[in-house]
């Protein structure tokens, strides 16, 4: 599959360095509401998320075809020891939300409230984060990777994606990839009974032997806080099914097919890419999807837009709410995706 390149960020460092900041301030947000003990300065969450898609839709699409540039120049290092710090923050963010929620009064509903936002905003981040850490080659840096998805109560989900999804997506036999014209609620259902298939086959237990310590694990982690503060484990249940939530909606995203899509052999140009600079600079380019699937070893910071894939620049944020009205994501879909397909 022929890249792109994009080009070199012309306005400085600040402005994408203030963007690649902005998951550090959800920790932090946890951090206050664990020691304030007020429910409401989650609120702040939201507020963040609601600017993060006001600049999906406006600088994210204006610099669309801008590369991220490195946070130190000539340097990779912080590139490659983000995945592994988010791993850090993730447990501090954790910590703080576990602390606040059994230490202050809140009804089953905010509980609810708390593990919903805790999985919409920490999860996506630790979702893109672990995705890039089972691709590295270091066995540490896997291992972290796969003890974060386990964390997310979604274990299984390295080696689906190992086993399963990088060899048959864009075809019928990949549970993550959706059937032409499926909604998000069909294919949820499908992803959910078809990943815990795809965990059991031969292959996926020969190449993911610490599946079963981490199942248990997620089991201990759920029931262990059952006899003295049941709250905690509800509450490791709703960040869990958000986590499951935020993670299928993004492979939804980015493999939803359009009618032309060749549905019937592995494809790789039905994997489609994202240019959008927001949602790029917080994802760890997760959103150039489809060079990630050409390459799924080269690291995040070295990916580069394919020249072949459908290419839309909306934003994962946007996207995420848009595909649950499934007629609205279809057209706007339809309209704003550029074909860059030179292929015959
Ligand atoms: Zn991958």
């Known amino acids: 599959m022929k890249a792109e390149r994009l080009a070199a960020a012309r306005s400085g460092l600040a402005p994408a360095a203030l963007i690649r900041a902005t998951p550090l301030l959800f920790p932090l947000v946890f951090v206050c509401t664990a020691v304030t003990g007020v429910l409401s300065t989650l609120y702040a969450a939201l507020a963040l998320h609601l600017l993060i898609i006001a600049s999906e839709l406006t600088v994210g699409r204006r610099w669309s075809e801008v590369a991220i540039p490195k946070l130190v120049e000539g340097s990779s290092t912080f590139e490659d020891l983000w995945p592994v710090l988010w791993f850090g923050l993730h447990l501090v963010a954790l910590v703080a939300a576990l602390s606040f929620v059994g230490s202050a009064d809140l009804t089953w509903r905010q509980v609810f409230a708390v593990g ?31 003890l974060l998805c386990a964390i997310m109560l979604y274990p299984h989900f390295p080696c689906v994606h190992l086993s399963a999804h990088h060899h048959w997506a864009g075809t019928d036999h990949d549970c993550q990839t959706p059937k032409p014209g499926q909604t998000i609620h069909a294919y949820l259902a499908q992803a959910l009974f078809g990943g ?27 029931a262990a806080p059952l006899m003295f503060a049941p709250v905690l484990s509800a509450f490791m249940i709703v960040q869990g099914l958000f986590a499951f939530l935020v993670i299928e909606t993004i492979n939804y995203v980015q493999h939803c097919p359009f009618p032309d899509d060749d549905h019937s052999a592995a494809a790789a140009a039905s994997t489609h890419q994202d240019l959008n600079f927001v949602s790029r600079a917080l994802l760890l380019n997760l959103p150039l999807h ?37 007629p609205v994501w279809h057209s706007l879909r339809h309209n704003l995706c550029s074909h860059h397909r030179r292929s015959p």
């Open 196 to 222: 815990l298939r795809a965990a059991a086959t031969p292959q996926a237990r020969a190449l993911d032997r610490g599946l079963p310590l981490r199942a248990l694990f997620c089991v201990l982690v759920v």
């Open 116 to 146: 919903a936002f805790f999985g919409y905003s920490i999860n996506a981040f630790s979702a893109a984060a672990a995705h890039e850490l089972i691709h590295r080659e270091s066995h540490a840096e896997r291992a972290f990777g796969r």
């Open 290 to 326: 489809a060079a990630h699937h050409d390459r799924p070893a080269l690291h995040y910071a070295n990916l580069t837009p394919s020249a072949e894939a459908a290419t839309l620049r909306l934003g994962y944020w946007c996207s995420f709410w848009l595909v649950w009205l499934p």
